[in-house]
């Protein structure tokens, strides 16, 4: 039956969606809103969405992306748009290498949007598919682009706001997938003129050992004395040795408040910018932290005459419950701009995994090297095309 209603669809075109997962369904429900015909093909249980799927007239089946008779079957040549958004990334990536075969390196109008988190992962596609295939596929990640998107619609480096202080402080509570991306997006940005500079700090628990793994992932960060040369000169060049630093999360409410937490006693200090990021792995948990500090935070910037922005992780699949929660933070703390972020229904929309405006700044940057380093009969858009995604990082 799936099948006799999917020959109803053509040859008008439709969106194909590839894998299991809160995020697939936010992207149905979304691709939906806006009227798009949309096959949903999953590979495991499906029974928490099924009966809401089929309300809004979603075509579900069960299969494998990595299938070649299955991609037949639902005759995945005619799909306008493909999204792999498995919550594992290894699914996509395979799925991703079956549509590359079966393209045979032929050119189509097809457009595919793969969610690949881990960066190796990622450089491993790039060295595994056919050169052609690479015009049509965009790369993603969710956090990638939430921390993106929020860095460039709220930047840190206000220093026209406070004339006088030439740091601006990126606080982050928490330091999950998402706190992981807006730091490594602070330390790419942080490099201002003028003499101004960039310090990031953060507060989780483990710090010692969440400090010493995400400095073997990206050694890039630390300054010490076994590093090579040039990548020492590059260090020095990027970042002053107390740019990152980690530190432990008070666990009691009474520490978090007390006068000793370095939030307090430190980094809030006289008119001071802060951007202040509470992103716990779960986002009532942000919320309540949150709640707890908000009270003391609002005194501190009134009494220290701080530049303070604070943003809260929220990933309620609810956008009225986010708009009242972010009212009710503004409430506590009036004189503190509370923003709540995060939500998939926006991170996982089709409109925002299209847009490709975040890559404007990289893709300028890359075609002004290769100019001046490289091929230069190349335009900027085949100069993005041959960039590594170890060089687009």
């Not at 020095?236 to 666990?251: A, H, R």
Request: hydrophobic share 40%; aromatic share 12%; glycine share 4%.
């Amino acid at each position: 039956a799936k099948l006799f209603f999917l020959q109803l669809i053509f040859p008008s075109r439709y969106t194909l969606v590839i894998g299991s997962g809160e995020k697939c369904f936010d992207l149905v429900k979304d691709l939906r809103q806006t009227k798009k015909k949309v096959v949903w093909l999953v590979s495991t249980d499906s029974s928490l969405f099924a009966e809401e799927v089929s309300r809004m007239g979603v075509i579900l089946v069960h299969g494998q992306s990595h299938s070649e008779s299955m991609l037949n079957k639902i005759h995945y040549k005619k799909a306008r748009e493909i999204f792999l958004m498995d919550d594992e990334d290894t699914n996509n990536i395979r799925g991703v290498l079956e549509l590359d075969r079966l393209s045979d390196n032929v050119i189509r109008s097809q457009q595919w949007y793969v969610h690949i988190q881990n960066r190796q992962q990622r450089e491993f596609l790039s060295n595994h598919i056919h050169g052609k295939s690479w015009q049509h596929l965009h790369v993603f990640d969710t956090y990638e682009n939430t921390a993106r998107r929020l860095q460039l619609y709220y930047p840190f480096d206000r220093f026209y706001q406070s004339p006088g202080i030439d740091i601006a402080h990126v606080v982050v509570i928490g330091f999950g997938r998402l706190a992981q991306e807006i730091v490594l997006n602070a330390l790419r940005l942080g490099q201002f003129p003028f003499g101004n500079r960039l310090k990031v700090s953060v507060f989780c628990k483990n710090a010692t050992i969440e400090k010493n793994k995400f400095q073997a992932l990206h050694p890039v960060l630390e300054l010490n004395a076994r590093s090579p040369g040039h990548l020492k000169s590059v260090q020095e060049n990027l970042w002053e040795n107390d740019s990152l630093e980690f530190l432990e999360l008070p666990q009691a409410d009474s520490e978090l408040l007390s006068g000793r937490n370095p939030l307090f006693r430190q980094i809030l200090g006289e008119r001071q910018i802060v951007s202040l990021y509470f992103c716990m792995e779960n986002g009532f948990e942000s919320g309540v932290l949150l709640s707890v500090l908000l009270p003391k935070l609002n005194y501190t910037k009134i009494q220290n005459n701080c530049n303070l922005q604070v943003f809260c992780f929220y990933n309620f699949p609810d956008k009225k419950e986010e708009k009242a929660t972010e009212y009710r933070f503004n409430i506590m703390a009036p004189d503190i701009p509370v923003v709540c972020f995060g939500n998939l229904l926006d991170e996982c929309s089709a409109e925002a995994i299209r847009d490709r405006a975040l890559d404007a700044l990289p893709k300028q940057i890359a075609y002004w090297y290769t100019q001046e380093y490289g091929d230069s009969t190349l335009n900027i858009e085949q100069t993005w095309l041959q960039t590594s995604e170890q060089e687009k990082e």
